[in-house]
């Protein structure tokens, strides 16, 4: 497809009252495209990202639930060089984990969000000099940066990993299947109102469509398929001997 004429089309079709889009099977596309085509229509395209950001808690919770283990006593590991993404993110689990580290910010970077993090949280950020020597550490790992297989080689076996890059990873054999979206099914009722879509969406559709009626059970999105938060904790999480 030709992405310049695509968009000089699109162009044609917007409106002032247009504040954002969805592309189908826009999540197959790199972020510099995503940016790309932001860019040359001045507008925002629905990516998801707050949406995802937003149900981290409810999956941390319920996920350590069925674990049957202390969320507050797990390390969170973000691999993410932008600042105010990284603030969203700690804001909404700062409640229900108590150690948090951050990788990808520029020095200048570090300072300031460990000082707001500490002042809005009470929690104080870990800057590791080498990040691959205590990756192993980590149960949490929420990542938004490409580029970061050397750290996703280091990690333990079972760890819980939200990869919300637009990067395509290698397979990483014997590991829990990455995360890369969320899935939200509608209501009936909702469903009957949005029939040129399916009943189970995307976190970026969910996001352009604002919808307010769905099924309160975020589905984990991995390797292609979609799982409950059990099915998913059950299948790649747990492990005998565990207990």
């Given at each position: 497809m030709?992405?310049?004429?695509?968009?000089?089309?699109?162009?044609?079709?917007?409106?002032e009252d247009i504040n954002g889009i969805y592309i189908e099977g826009q999540e197959d596309l790199s972020r510099n495209i995503l940016n790309y085509i932001e860019d040359s229509l001045s507008i925002k395209v629905f990516n998801g990202e707050d949406i995802k950001i937003k149900y981290l808690p409810i999956i941390l919770k319920k996920?350590?639930?069925?674990?049957?283990?202390?969320l507050e006593e797990?390390?969170?590991?973000?691999l993410d060089d932008n600042i105010d993404?990284?603030?969203?993110?700690?804001?909404?689990?700062?409640?229900y984990v108590g150690y948090i580290t951050?990788?990808?910010?520029?020095?200048?970077?570090?300072?300031?969000?460990?000082?707001?993090?500490?002042?809005?949280?009470?929690?104080?950020?870990?800057y590791p000099l080498n990040i691959e020597k205590i990756a192993v550490n980590y149960s949490i790992v929420i990542n938004?940066?490409?580029?970061?297989?050397?750290?996703?080689?280091?990690?333990?076996?079972?760890?819980?990993?939200?990869?919300?890059?637009?990067?395509?990873?290698k397979d990483f054999k014997n590991r829990p299947p990455l995360i890369r979206d969320l899935f939200f099914?509608?209501?009936?009722?909702?469903?009957?109102?949005?029939?040129?879509?399916?009943?189970?969406v995307s976190s970026s559709l969910f996001s352009a469509l604002s919808i307010s009626q769905y099924k309160d059970d975020v589905l984990l999105y991995a390797e292609g398929k979609c799982y409950s938060i059990r099915n998913y904790v059950d299948n790649f999480i747990k492990f005998i001997g565990r207990f």
């Amino acid at each position: 497809m030709d992405l310049d004429k695509y968009l000089k089309g699109v162009k044609k079709i917007l409106t002032e009252d247009i504040n954002g889009i969805y592309i189908e099977g826009q999540e197959d596309l790199s972020r510099n495209i995503l940016n790309y085509i932001e860019d040359s229509l001045s507008i925002k395209v629905f990516n998801g990202e707050d949406i995802k950001i937003k149900y981290l808690p409810i999956i941390l919770k319920k996920a350590y639930r069925i674990l049957k283990e202390n969320l507050e006593e797990k390390e969170v590991l973000i691999l993410d060089d932008n600042i105010d993404r990284i603030k969203k993110t700690i804001e909404e689990i700062s409640n229900y984990v108590g150690y948090i580290t951050v990788v990808g910010l520029k020095e200048e970077e570090q300072n300031h969000l460990y000082d707001y993090i500490l002042e809005e949280t009470g929690i104080s950020i870990f800057y590791p000099l080498n990040i691959e020597k205590i990756a192993v550490n980590y149960s949490i790992v929420i990542n938004f940066m490409d580029n970061v297989d050397h750290i996703f080689n280091k990690l333990r076996r079972y760890v819980l990993v939200f990869d919300f890059s637009q990067e395509k990873h290698k397979d990483f054999k014997n590991r829990p299947p990455l995360i890369r979206d969320l899935f939200f099914i509608l209501n009936s009722s909702e469903g009957e109102n949005c029939n040129f879509i399916s009943t189970k969406v995307s976190s970026s559709l969910f996001s352009a469509l604002s919808i307010s009626q769905y099924k309160d059970d975020v589905l984990l999105y991995a390797e292609g398929k979609c799982y409950s938060i059990r099915n998913y904790v059950d299948n790649f999480i747990k492990f005998i001997g565990r207990f």
